[in-house]
């Protein structure tokens, strides 16, 4: 599952990986595909990062219930990253975004990064550029 929000309103500077803590039932609803990025960003605090806004909808054959799907979910990651990411947004005044959400073996991984926002004529530039290619396949495809 990708952000394609995020790929087209950032230019990425820097990627990770972070693991995820999830409930069971939201494992398996991922894995479903049930997980919707809209509006998610990752939040450094003092004892670690978290993911919020990551809306996972409930597991059909999950009992649960009081189920919130945008609650806010930790990030697994070492102190030093955090530390380091931290230095890095206050210096050169980045945003860390969730890019991905994939499963590596039997865990969830996510993979944030951190970002620069693109500014309007870069974004009109990209479409043109897409445009422009979607043409051209189009005309090489009927020759």
Not at 86 to 96: A, E, F, N, V, W
């Amino acid at each position: 599952m990708q952000n394609k929000k995020a790929l087209f309103d950032y230019e990425v500077i820097e990627s990770l990986e972070a693991g995820i803590e999830l409930t069971g039932s939201e494992v398996k609803s991922i894995r479903a595909g049930g997980a919707n990025f809209a509006g998610a960003r990752v939040l450094l605090e003092s004892d670690g990062a978290y993911l919020i806004g990551l809306n996972i909808q409930k597991y059909q054959f999950s009992s649960s219930e009081g189920y919130d799907p945008s609650r806010t979910r930790r990030l697994l990651l070492h102190r030093k990253e955090i530390i380091s990411i931290q230095t890095k947004m206050r210096s050169s005044g980045l945003t860390l975004v969730p890019l991905k959400l994939y499963n590596k073996a039997s865990l969830i991984k996510v993979q944030i990064a951190l970002v620069r926002g693109k500014k309007k004529f870069e974004k009109r530039e990209l479409i043109k550029k897409k445009a422009s290619n979607l043409a051209l396949a189009r005309r090489l495809k009927n020759q």
